[in-house]
């Protein structure tokens, strides 16, 4: 066992404290519980997810994978291919439910688009099916990861480069399309790539990949100070790519240095619940997970397969095949880390 200090943000207050917690130098072993079909692009192609939840048949849900060298795939929970959209490079995606744009409730993913320089705005229907709905340009070079914030009944949009520059908009759908309006602008020090935002509590989290995970206020008023949840030091490792929120109790976070994941509270002081790693299943017939990009989580139940909720994970190397994504339950990264019960839900 190594005994580790973490700095504890208090968000908004400048306060920071030094807690000592202990987590076990080895990750926790698990399997996947599915895969999806490999992307259309061979060589470093799968990036991002998100996950589509079907409230009226949660069985009938969608995980939306990039496939950076060509467009976005669209995958049911068994990992079939459903529908493929060959709209160019797309890095990252995020999606929200329910936001109110024009009259009606719509369900929206957006994508950071490196061919166009810009945002990529899909719709999906009641029925999980895809649609683009535009491109929102952005006066950023070599745009790279985004995430999505839903503030009251807007959607607002942190995207960053890979210099280190991040903007923050709100993100509007006008007849002639997507329509972004800049409200605040930062800078970090070096490459960043995956950030989250939680919507209850007003928290953004970013990933610095070579230096760990701050936590700063989302809210477009608030200001752009930021204090480091975690490190990338042992038991993580640079570079630190993909973060995901389960609810508002858990922080996912890939250390790709190291091919782990590691579970934080989402709340402060932002504790080290453990790490954990996804190794070969043979009898399954599902490979191990390794030099991941993106990660996504959802708390929603999906019925049978996955009722505590559903992780992906990008797998960067799925050899001999080309790079998929891979699925497991929740429940079991809880189970495996002695986490029991949570107490938020989507």
């Not at 009606?104 to 945002?119: I, N, P």
């Not at 928290?203 to 975690?230: Q, S």
């Not at 049978?304 to 080309?322: C, H, K, M, T, Y």
């Amino acid at each position: 066992m190594i005994a580790r200090g973490w700095l504890l943000p208090a968000l908004g207050l400048g306060l920071a404290a030094l807690l000592v917690t202990t987590v076990s130098s080895e990750p926790t072993v698990l399997v996947a519980q599915g895969e999806t079909t490999p992307v259309e692009s061979a060589g470093d192609a799968a990036d991002d997810s998100a996950i589509w939840f079907n409230a009226s048949h949660p069985g009938d849900s969608r995980v939306l994978g990039t496939d950076k060298q060509r467009g976005l795939e669209v995958y049911d929970l068994k990992g079939q291919r459903v529908q493929s959209l060959p709209v160019g490079r797309l890095n990252n995606i995020d999606l929200r439910q329910g936001v109110p744009m024009q009259g009606r409730h719509r369900d929206l993913a957006v994508a950071t688009h490196r061919d166009e320089g810009g945002l990529m705005v899909f719709e999906i229907g009641r029925d999980g099916r895809v649609v683009p709905v535009g491109l929102a340009r952005m006066e950023l070079e070599k745009i790279y990861g985004t995430c999505l914030y839903r503030h009251g009944d807007e959607l607002h949009v942190f995207t960053n480069t890979m210099d280190g520059r991040y903007q923050h908009h709100r993100l509007e759908l006008a007849d002639a399309g997507p329509e972004i309006t800049l409200l605040r602008e930062f800078r970090l020090d070096s490459q960043p790539e995956g950030c989250v935002a939680d919507d209850r509590t007003e928290r953004l989290f970013i990933g610095e990949e070579d230096v760990g995970v701050w936590v700063m206020a989302a809210a477009p008023e608030a200001a752009t100070t930021r204090e480091l949840v975690v490190r990338a030091e042992p038991p993580l490792a640079a570079d630190i790519e993909g973060l995901a929120l389960y609810g508002s109790d858990f922080l996912l976070v890939s250390s790709q240095g190291n091919h782990r994941f590691a579970v934080l509270d989402a709340r402060p002081p932002y504790r080290l619940q453990g790490t954990f790693r996804v190794d070969a299943d043979p009898v399954a017939g599902f490979g191990d997970v390794r030099d991941t990009d993106g990660v996504a989580v959802s708390a929603h139940g999906f019925g049978s397969d996955f009722p505590q909720g559903l992780v992906v994970l990008q797998d960067g190397r799925n050899a001999p095949e080309n790079q998929n994504f891979k699925y497991l339950h929740w429940g079991r990264v809880l189970e495996a880390l002695g986490l029991g019960e949570t107490t938020d839900r989507e």
